[in-house]
């Protein structure tokens, strides 16, 4: 019997606490009323010194890209790894292009991130030895080619070029 009554009043105690307990949302919570904003149109007019720079800017960047479009060859890299030492590097060919005095080269790995190169041939190779960035291989990674020459003239980036992963 006494047990049962300790049963009952420890039941009783357990419901009048969860019952007591329960706060419906809204008691705690004000209803939120966002304010009512109005965003006016806005139009914008540039002014004749402006326009003027900005044609300007446009005449005299196409003025100086005259130069041809490099197309890559070939793109390749080898990546080794061994208990003693880790070895990588990367190739990239491509066409010459009339009367351009240097090219740049872009390499953007998968994850986006990108490096450029300058060089004064048709040809790009690195390795890991002198540079870090492609020390981690360049699975997935595109490379592009863009020709320069005389009194700041340059030519369009070649297309993305996927480079292929060398194997023996």
């Known amino acids: 019997m006494k047990r049962k009554r300790r049963k009952l009043a420890a039941i009783i105690c357990a419901l009048t606490l969860a019952l007591s307990s329960a706060v419906p949302v809204s008691a705690c919570t004000p209803p939120l009323k966002p304010p009512s904003v109005e ?6 007019q540039l002014d004749d010194a402006l326009k003027k720079t900005i044609s300007n800017a446009a005449k005299n960047w196409i003025s100086r ?3 041809g479009t490099p197309t890559v060859e070939y793109a390749s890299y080898y990546k080794s790894q061994s208990r003693y030492f880790n070895y990588a590097y990367v190739a990239v060919k491509w066409t010459e292009v009339e009367n351009a005095t240097s090219y740049k080269v872009r390499i953007t790995k998968a994850d986006g991130t990108w490096k450029e190169y300058d060089t004064t041939y048709t040809a790009f190779y690195s390795t890991n030895y002198t540079d870090d960035f492609i020390a981690d291989g360049m699975d997935g990674a595109t490379v592009k080619v863009r020709a320069y020459g005389y009194n700041d003239t340059f030519g369009w980036w070649s297309d993305d070029t996927n480079i292929a992963r060398f194997g023996y």
């Not at 965003?39 to 914008?44: G, H, K, L, M, R």
Request: proline share 11%; charged share 10%; glycine share 0%.
């Open 39 to 44: 965003i006016p149109d806005i139009t914008f």
């Open 65 to 67: 890209c005259i130069l």
